[in-house]
């Protein structure tokens, strides 16, 4: 990664997030800019954990959960911070399967109902038809 950095606008849209948002993760501490008067900047420190972010909420885990993670790697380095995430990793992986099971039963018993009732508006419309 070069040594080029971000302001805050580039920042927010590389990322296409908000301002309040970025500034919302700095605030909780998953991030920290180099300050230059009022003045944000960030490295490659700070693209590469931003990254990691978003990619763990996209993976559904909660800033907590993710600011945990990213301590192991300042306070235990490397390999520590990938063992937690492999661990991690296979928790998130069985809670989204199980969210999965219920997304699709939710669907099945939807569909269903819409099949049933479009039906029994099929049968409506003949009905009227035979008058």
Known sequence: MSDTRLSFKEMC???DV???TLRY???IELLSPEKEGRARFYGARE???MTLILRGR???YSLEGIRQWLQIYEKEGNEA?????VVS???QLGGLAEQKKQIDEAMDELKKLRDETAEALKEMNSKVGNF
Do not use: I, L, S
């Not at 911070?81 to 995430?85: D, G, V």
């Open 18 to 20: 908000t301002p309040r």
């Open 25 to 27: 993760y700095e605030y």
């Open 58 to 60: 996209k993976f559904g």
């Open 81 to 85: 911070q990938m063992r937690a995430w």
């Open 89 to 91: 990793a296979d928790r």
């Open 47 to 49: 693209v590469a954990r």
């Open 13 to 15: 849209a590389r990322f």
